[in-house]
C-alpha cells in the first residue's frame, strides 16, 4: 500500500511570496498524482491532475512538477484566498482506491 | 454543471447501521467511476471506497472493509454506502466523488457515531 507523506505540515508565509509544497510516495507511483485545496468548511476541490495538468478554471500561479516518488505544489505568488489546506493524492483504477497525502497547511504569517 | 449531492447521514448509535446516498446531475453518471471519501472533524482525507461505472471493480479502505458495501444505480444516477456496525472511529463527513480521479465533490453529509 503506497504512503504519501507530505510536508511540512504548515507553512506561514505572506501574500504575494511562493509556496513550496512536497509530496512524497513511498514507492514510485504512475502519472496518477493530483492536488487538491481545501477551505474550511468546504469540499476540497481539484487543482492539478496527472502531475502537471492545471484542473478547469485553476489560476496559473498553481503548478505541479515531479516523478517517481517526489511530487511538488508550487503556488507562484500567493493571493489572500490560496491559504488554506492542500493534499496530494494518487489513484489506482483497477480496483478503484484512492491515497491521500495528510496535507499542509498554508497559512498567513 | 456537474452536481452531487449526499443524504443520509446522522446521529447513530455504535453497531447500528446507516445507508448514504449521493445523487448526481450534469454528467453521463454511467461513463465514471465514484467514491466515497471521508473526514473526521478536524482531520485529514480518508478514502472509504470506489466503484467502477458498471459495478465490476469495487476497493474499500481496511479500516471498513467487511463493514461497508457501495453500490450504484446507474438508471438512477445515484451512488450508495451500506455502512453497518458502526464504530465512533466512522464519525466524519462523508463525500462522494466523481470519477476515478475524484475531480468533483458533493458537499458531504455528516454521520455522528455515538451513544
Known amino acids: 500500500e503506497i504512503v504519501l507523506t507530505q510536508s511540512p505540515a504548515t507553512l506561514s508565509l505572506s501574500p504575494g511570496e511562493r509556496a513550496t509544497l512536497s509530496c512524497r510516495a513511498s514507492?514510485?507511483?504512475?502519472?496518477?498524482l493530483a492536488w487538491y485545496q481545501q477551505k474550511p468548511g468546504q469540499a476540497p476541490r481539484l487543482l492539478i491532475y496527472d502531475v502537471s495538468n492545471r484542473a478547469t478554471g485553476i489560476p496559473a500561479r498553481f503548478s505541479g512538477s515531479g516523478s517517481g516518488t517526489d511530487f511538488t505544489l508550487n503556488i507562484s505568488s500567493l493571493e489572500p484566498e490560496d491559504f488554506a489546506v492542500y493534499y496530494c493524492?494518487?489513484?489506482?483504477?483497477?480496483?478503484?482506491?484512492?491515497?491521500f497525502g495528510g496535507g499542509t497547511k498554508v497559512e498567513i504569517k | 454543471e456537474v452536481q452531487l449531492v449526499e443524504s443520509g447521514g446522522g446521529l447513530v448509535q455504535p453497531g447500528r447501521s446507516l445507508r448514504l446516498s449521493c445523487v448526481a446531475s450534469g454528467f453521463p453518471f454511467d461513463d465514471y467511476a465514484m467514491h466515497w471519501v471521508r473526514q473526521a472533524p478536524g482531520k485529514g482525507l480518508e478514502w472509504v471506497s470506489g466503484i467502477t461505472w458498471n459495478s465490476g471493480d469495487i476497493g474499500y479502505a481496511d479500516s471498513v472493509k467487511g463493514r461497508f458495501t457501495i453500490s450504484r444505480d446507474n438508471a438512477k444516477s445515484s451512488l450508495y454506502l451500506q455502512m453497518n456496525s458502526l464504530r465512533a472511529a466512522d464519525t466524519a463527513l462523508y463525500y462522494c466523488?466523481?470519477?476515478?480521479?475524484?475531480?468533483?465533490w458533493g458537499q458531504g453529509t455528516l454521520v455522528t457515531v455515538s451513544s
Open positions: 514507492q514510485s507511483v504512475s502519472r496518477y
Open positions: 466523488a466523481k470519477g476515478s480521479g475524484a475531480a468533483y
Open positions: 493524492q494518487q489513484r489506482s483504477n483497477w480496483p478503484p482506491r484512492l491515497t
